[in-house]
């Protein structure tokens, strides 16, 4: 700043000069601030609204337009009450001025669900959130609004595979087992701690190769599925149940590759009933072999065509047919 002054009539110049670098560095950091912020805002589509105390909109950012279902010409100067009002209610100050007042449920600066209507009448579940602050003295309220329409479908469809999951697993005899590469079990459907008699609890710290003992291998900390099992067919084999109790089994394994790691489906089924049915007809059919051979008559079954196929000892003998 330069002043005038005059000493013993004649003209001098009072020059000021201050250095403004720090000045001028923390203006440039605000602006460049401020510029991210702008960026930031318009980026995500969540609605941000800067209500004074009044509860009148001062400032907005471009997804508030598209939250609401209004034009910016709207969006500034709106009462805030008519856009969230299960949030915002209008009260009289002690000078018979209206203010609005946050709801007591949402003024903890927390988020919570709503169901909130545009000014379209389209009803929408949303998330809100208000924080309480300062703008030079005067009370103001930063409100982040976000429609979660999107998000509830995706949840209601997953919850819904979830169930179809569930109910074709329940409803399936055998057990399902999810087991990484380092070979304790990651995750298995509810009748697996039936097959093998242990709580679910235990069934975290069991390692493969005790529950199917002939499937897999252990290389160093990592399991190796037997070559006879890899081609994801169905296989005859043995499984440990809790306290080395073997039954017959049937193991499938297919690998699979999640988040990028490989892991092991193993779906066992117990066929304990299927084998004592298979050994109780072997029995019942050497039986009837003994009885047969041992009778003094002639006996011969033969089908629709009239060929015969079985015939015994007796008939045999009788009719020397061979």
Known sequence: SVKPLHIEERLHYLVKVRDITDRKRLQ????????????????TNAAF?????RGIVQAFNP???DVFGVPATQMQGAAVERLLPDVFHRRPDAHDNSTVAVAA???????????????????????VMVRRG????????????????????????????????KILTDTTKAALIIVPQHGFIDAHTDNT???????????????????????FSTEGDEIVLNAEFSDEDMHDTTGLRKHGVVFPATVMVKQERLDDHLVYIVRVRDISQRKN????????????????????????TFNEPAAIDIFNDAADKLFRCR
Do not use: C, W
């Open 28 to 43: 440039d950091t605000l602006v460049n601030r401020e510029a991210h912020l702008d960026v930031m805002l318009a980026a």
């Open 49 to 53: 609204l800067s209500v004074d105390h």
């Open 63 to 65: 997804a508030s337009l």
């Open 105 to 127: 449920d949402y003024a903890d600066g927390e988020r919570y669900e709503v169901t909130l209507t545009s000014q379209d009448g389209r009803r929408f579940p949303a998330t």
């Open 134 to 165: 300062d703008v030079a003295g005067t009370p103001n309220y930063i409100v982040r609004v976000r429609d979660i329409t999107e998000h509830k479908r995706e949840q209601a469809e997953i919850a819904l595979r979830e169930k179809r999951v």
């Open 193 to 215: 701690s039936t097959i093998f008699a242990y709580d679910p609890t235990e069934l975290k710290k069991i390692h493969i190769t005790q529950l199917v003992p002939e499937v």
């Open 277 to 300: 049915l298979e050994n109780e007809l072997r029995a019942r059919k050497k039986r009837l072999e003994t009885i047969l051979n041992n009778a003094a008559e002639g006996i011969i």
